[in-house]
């Protein structure tokens, strides 16, 4: 049973463009972290968000958790070449310890 | 520090071997935990470790092994491989088992099974 949906699956965008990639759940979540991979790397961590419509910037990147902590988004503004990579969702809920629900991912290229 | 490690990088094995997958971490991380990563499934669960001596099994843990004898390796045990498990194993450590704690994973091991 898969959890978290994210969308698209795939996003190819031209540098300079925004985009937005959606993790959508019918289930509440006490966390919400969103990770980045590269291509042979292991997941790195961008954030967490936990409070229901928590709002978190990092650079050009803008993390926001539903107010219902069922959904998040990842809006990137002016894309670049270095944004390219596998974005994933996890979530994770109070009790389950460490052990996140992950997403199937958004694949990002970002084209010079 | 080096953070998480993983050997090998890359593995081949035949249906019905046995090996292990090794992971490490210098982090004094009390939680560690193997995922394995399939093309449009996401990363999935195998099994999990709050501390030494203590593990538990994940989402798909059937196949697989774990042993935490200390806080620093949490080795993966394939049993008798098979096809289906052709996949990249990641191993991941937090400070804490929580579920806000942020997770570090290794670089990967890349395993067919033929």
Known sequence: TQLLEQSPQFLSIQEGENLTVYCN???VFSSLQWYRQEPGEGPVLLVTVVTGGEVKKLKRLTFQFGDARKDSSLHITAAQPGDTGLYLCA?????????LIFGKG?????KP | NAGV??????QVLKTGQSMTLQCAQDMNHEYMS????????GLRLIHYSVGAGITDQGEVPNGYNVSRSTTEDFPLRLLSAAPSQTSVYFCASSYLAAFT???????GTRLTVL
């Open chain 2, 101 to 107: 704690d942020t997770q570090y994973f290794g670089p």
């Open chain 1, 25 to 27: 759940s019918s289930s």
């Open chain 2, 34 to 41: 193997w995922y394995r990563q399939d093309p449009g499934m």
């Open chain 1, 106 to 110: 958004t694949k990002l290229s970002v």
């Open chain 2, 5 to 10: 490690t993983q050997t090998p990088k890359f």
């Open chain 1, 91 to 99: 979530g994770g809920r109070r009790g389950s310890q460490g052990n």
